[in-house]
């Protein structure tokens, strides 16, 4: 886990879980491109995310198929930070959206998993504070939360067969698009 890295899954087709996305975090795609590399993927988010010094009221996404799961990840880590967000998608797509993220730089971490319009678990750490609301998931059974690192919040998120932050996705097509805020 070199790197900051932040995702959402939900069992749903790309396209739907990138308009979902669009909706409920209020944003409009102004640029798209495809890559076999993700090393191209990652440059082209670093260009189009403000958090990363690129274009002002903007980010960069990349979304890509794993089996049944729908993913999009972002660099800037916007994506986990926005609860309200994450539970519009859920109720909007009619199904679980589970989210991730890890930044061993800034001791960050986060899972959770949003149903029906609601968020169902939180666990974030930031700042030294470990935030934990809802409902222990699957993921969870029969371990004891003493404490809450990037390795949990990957340990849960790869629960359900999702990609591992620890390195570089290889054999995809990553569809990236750039998308600006609305004000």
Same mark, same amino acid.
């Given at each position: 886990?070199?790197?900051?890295?932040?995702?959402?899954?939900?069992?749903?087709?790309?396209?739907?879980?990138?308009?979902?996305?669009?909706k409920?975090?209020?944003?409009?795609?102004?640029e798209?491109?495809r890559?076999?590399?993700?090393?191209?993927?990652?440059?082209?988010?670093?260009?189009?995310?403000?958090?990363?010094?690129?274009?002002?009221?903007?980010?960069?996404?990349?979304?890509?198929?794993?089996? +049944?799961?729908?993913? %999009?990840?972002?660099?800037?880590?916007? %994506?986990?930070?926005?609860? +309200?967000?994450?539970?519009?998608?859920?109720?909007? %797509?009619?199904?679980?959206?589970?989210?991730?993220?890890?930044?061993?730089?800034?001791?960050?971490?986060?899972?959770?998993?949003?149903?029906?319009?609601?968020?169902?678990?939180?666990?974030?750490?930031? +700042?030294?504070?470990?935030?934990?609301?809802?409902?222990?998931c699957?993921?969870?059974?029969?371990?004891?939360?003493?404490?809450?690192?990037?390795?949990?919040?990957e340990?849960?998120w790869?629960?359900?067969?999702?990609?591992?932050?620890?390195? +570089?996705? %290889?054999?995809d097509?990553?569809?990236?698009?750039?998308?600006k805020?609305?004000?």
């Amino acid at each position: 886990m070199s790197r900051a890295r932040s995702a959402l899954a939900a069992r749903t087709s790309v396209e739907n879980l990138k308009a979902a996305a669009c909706k409920a975090y209020g944003c409009e795609p102004y640029e798209a491109a495809r890559f076999e590399e993700f090393f191209d993927v990652a440059q082209f988010c670093r260009e189009h995310s403000e958090e990363l010094g690129g274009t002002l009221g903007s980010d960069g996404w990349c979304v890509w198929q794993v089996g +049944d799961w729908a993913v %999009l990840s972002d660099l800037s880590l916007l %994506l986990v930070r926005n609860t +309200d967000a994450i539970a519009a998608m859920s109720a909007d %797509l009619g199904t679980e959206v589970v989210g991730a993220a890890v930044d061993l730089g800034f001791a960050f971490a986060a899972y959770l998993r949003a149903k029906g319009g609601k968020i169902t678990r939180r666990l974030m750490l930031e +700042d030294e504070l470990i935030t934990d609301e809802g409902v222990p998931c699957v993921a969870e059974r029969g371990l004891h939360l003493e404490d809450f690192t990037e390795v949990e919040a990957e340990q849960y998120w790869r629960h359900d067969k999702l990609p591992t932050f620890d390195h +570089d996705p %290889l054999d995809d097509v990553f569809e990236c698009v750039a998308v600006k805020f609305k004000d």
